[in-house]
């Protein structure tokens, strides 16, 4: 399972974009993959052609008087991205140049041009909702507001349907399991980075019963177990994965705490404290958010059985031996931090 899979740039997004738009810019992330450009070099070049395609779609809108945002599809790019990732064995080498090109986005020479048409004004300067963008009437904005402008979350989530039970990530060893496996390791490291969190979707969330995992002893549930259990290893496997993993769960612990207490204080009469988990103040993050739903110690807990049920399958010939080795190295892993 450590081969390299075909690219599937075309079928990843062709609901993003024209075929000739999706293989303009599938060509410069594969030429920062191959080493013909280096990731500077890749990210200047995708800022670029975003800008311009960006202002050309303002020309084309305000040229037919049309009433519509201008967009600038770093949706796309976020797709592309993580197709390429997903064709490629945790830890390649591609990978590696991958989240540089990633980083290197924040790095692109600040130049006059690498703006974009302010999405939130209308064709007149107005704005379009006075609570977008807290309010902000400059004409352009900068492309690269923070890493998370390349929109992971809506490109990852959509690319997660690889790993649907009944598509092919039950079979034992098929391309659509290593792809799973691959693009999971690719959402989590991003999640570790602190690009985007990639929680939503991802095999973690899938080994949950509350989220779709078939009843144990039903047809072919050991090999979507197998798959699930293999993709979602990819979070506690790798250097620091683990031990992100075992913080957030630990942080969502004591969220769910705070929120207990705080119910008690309200049903006391008590004046909520600011800025706690009530809304009030600064309210909650996202990383909080997803804590709560995901990272908790009951879902660590999910995670531990899952991986306990693979480890012991040894004659299931719907389970794979890397989904056996890995769920043994991530138990491995997991109680080891329990211990620290």
């Not at 967009?71 to 997903?86: K, V, Y």
Request: aromatic share 8%; glycine share 8%; with cysteine.
């Amino acid at each position: 399972m450590d081969h390299n899979l075909p690219y599937t740039f075309q079928e990843d997004a062709y609901y993003t974009a024209e075929p000739e738009e999706i293989d303009l810019f599938a060509n410069l992330v594969l030429a920062c993959a191959k080493n013909n450009l280096s990731p500077l070099a890749a990210a200047q070049k995708i800022t670029d052609e975003l800008a311009n395609l960006s202002w050309r779609n303002k020309r084309t809108i305000d040229a037919n008087d049309e009433d519509r945002p201008y967009t600038t599809n770093t949706t796309l790019i976020a797709i592309l991205l993580a197709s390429c990732a997903s064709s490629f064995p945790p830890c390649s080498v591609v990978h590696e140049k991958i989240f540089a090109l990633i980083e290197s986005f924040a790095k692109v020479e600040t130049r006059g041009d690498i703006i974009i048409p302010n999405h939130s004004l209308d064709k007149n300067g107005g704005l379009r909702n006075a609570e977008v963008n807290g309010g902000d009437l400059r004409d352009s904005i900068p492309l690269w507001g923070s890493r998370s402008s390349l929109s992971f979350s809506i490109g990852c989530e959509r690319l997660a349907d690889v790993g649907v039970p009944w598509t092919g990530v039950e079979k034992c060893g098929s391309k659509e399991q290593q792809r799973w496996r691959n693009l999971s390791f690719f959402m989590a490291r991003l999640t570790v980075m602190g690009v985007e969190d990639l929680g939503w979707k991802s095999a973690l969330q899938r080994l949950l019963p509350r989220y779709g995992m078939p009843v144990k002893g039903t047809l072919a549930w050991s090999g979507v177990l197998a798959g699930q259990v293999l993709a979602a290893a990819q979070w506690f496997v790798h250097e620091g994965h683990g031990e992100w993993v075992w913080r957030a769960c630990c942080r969502g612990e004591r969220l769910e705490e705070s929120v207990e207490v705080e119910r008690d204080e309200r049903d006391e009469g008590a004046e909520p404290k600011n800025g706690h988990v009530t809304g009030k103040g600064r309210g909650e993050s996202e990383q909080s958010q997803v804590s709560k739903w995901l990272f908790n110690l009951e879902n660590w807990r999910n995670w531990k059985a899952s991986f306990k049920e693979i480890t012991e399958r040894i004659h299931d010939p719907r389970v794979h031996e890397l989904a056996r080795s890995e769920a043994s190295k991530a138990l491995e892993i997991m109680e080891d931090l329990e211990r620290h």
